[in-house]
């Protein structure tokens, strides 16, 4: 078989479930036959896009009000929400996390694109956020990131400065729309099926098996496994 399984993935930065989907895809790539064959397409998903960010910012708190809960039960969904991650081999810390507008970043990821690093770029921009604590509301961040991928300063600057690839963050969240996305992450196999939330790797090695030996590609998706669990949506992460 000749032709490319494409796998699209619609995400948010800002979406602990959507690092966590990232890695139980990638387990089960590692478990399949002809993953040298797939491909990987990111695209835009923006859970908040009208988040003005503060530097009094506070994770918990910002839960709280959000869900209209105290903040004893913020800690334990932060608590819950690290522990699972855990299962994936990634380390969380939300204490440190920089809440953030990630249009920007979406924006970078376009550029990213462009050479193919889109993948490597997320894997950056997850860490920075979920894990180190850093800031991506701030341009010299998002900068070196981008520079740190390969990608050259000159043509971040460009994109940083701008509102260049805003046109295109705009179009996937309304693919998005159009396909009927509810959370992220969801994925794509091929046009044809779909899984949403951070399902198990076997999910995915399932499904990436199923496409293959159908090996004929529908315009019409259909939900194949789906969860209110394990993925983030614009009122929040369940």
Known sequence: ME????????????CPFCYIGKRRIEEALSQFEHKEAVTIEWKS?????????????????????KYRKDTDWAQTMVDNMTENAKTAGLDFHFEKAVLANSHNAHRLLHLAKKYNLANELEELLF????????????????????????????????????????????QDIQQANAI??????????????AISG??????????????????????????V?????????????D
Do not use: R
């Not at 908040?48 to 910012?57: C, L, R, V």
């Not at 509301?137 to 260049?164: C, K, R, Y």
């Not at 496994?225 to 992460?237: A, F, K, L």
């Open 3 to 14: 032709n490319k399984l494409k796998v699209q993935i619609w995400s948010d930065i800002m």
């Open 45 to 65: 998903f923006e859970l908040d896009a009208g988040f003005i960010p503060s530097p009094e910012d506070n994770v918990i708190e910002h839960l709280a009000e």
């Open 198 to 223: 951070a399902q198990p790797a076997t999910a995915f090695l399932q499904t990436l098996e199923k496409v293959w030996q159908e090996g004929q590609f529908d315009s019409k998706i259909t939900l």
């Open 127 to 170: 860490k920075a956020y979920l894990t180190d604590g850093k800031d991506l509301n701030n341009l010299d961040t998002l900068s070196q990131l981008g520079i740190e991928i390969g990608l050259e300063a000159e043509a971040v600057a460009q994109v940083l400065h701008s509102d260049a690839y805003s046109k295109e963050v705009k």
């Open 180 to 193: 009927g996305v509810q959370g992220v992450p969801f994925f794509v196999f091929d046009n044809k099926y």
């Open 225 to 237: 496994n789906s969860t209110t669990e394990n993925s983030c949506d614009i009122n929040g992460c």
